[in-house]
């Protein structure tokens, strides 16, 4: 997998360089290719779990400070993955999923390299349906949507 991930990140980065090298000259926008004020670089693991899951940027949302989170179900241009991907929030924060109709059936299950276990339950389909879990210790909560693992969807949480 590190193979992988280091030809995932050359090829990204190599992109972006020349992407940011040819607009350098054209924008006269100082804060081009800055992330956003909510967004850190994500932690290893989650790097790692994240590598090809849908919407990941390499990036972390913070949501540190807030009591609920919400993490849309069924997020992208195709109904096919969780967004935001990566999350980060104080332990004893509720995260609370919701399903958008697109994409088809999902559910929210704990990837068996998570420290914390937690499951939605069967898949649905159902716009509007939730999911809620309170994280009550730190660690990194790895998930998935088990009929859509192998398209990458994929989410994370580091509880801090």
Known sequence: MSRRLSRRRYVAGTGAVMTLGALAGCTGDDDAGEPDDDAEEAPAEIDEFLADGRLYDGTIADHTGEDQVEVAVGGGDDGLAFDPPAIRIDAGTTVRWEWTGAGGAHNVESDEASDIEFSSGEAVDDDGETFEFEF??????????????????????EIV
Not at 136 to 157: D, F, K, R
């Open 136 to 157: 009550a210790e730190e660690g990194n909560a790895l998930y998935v949507c088990t009929p859509h693992i192998g398209v990458g969807m994929l989410g994370a949480i």
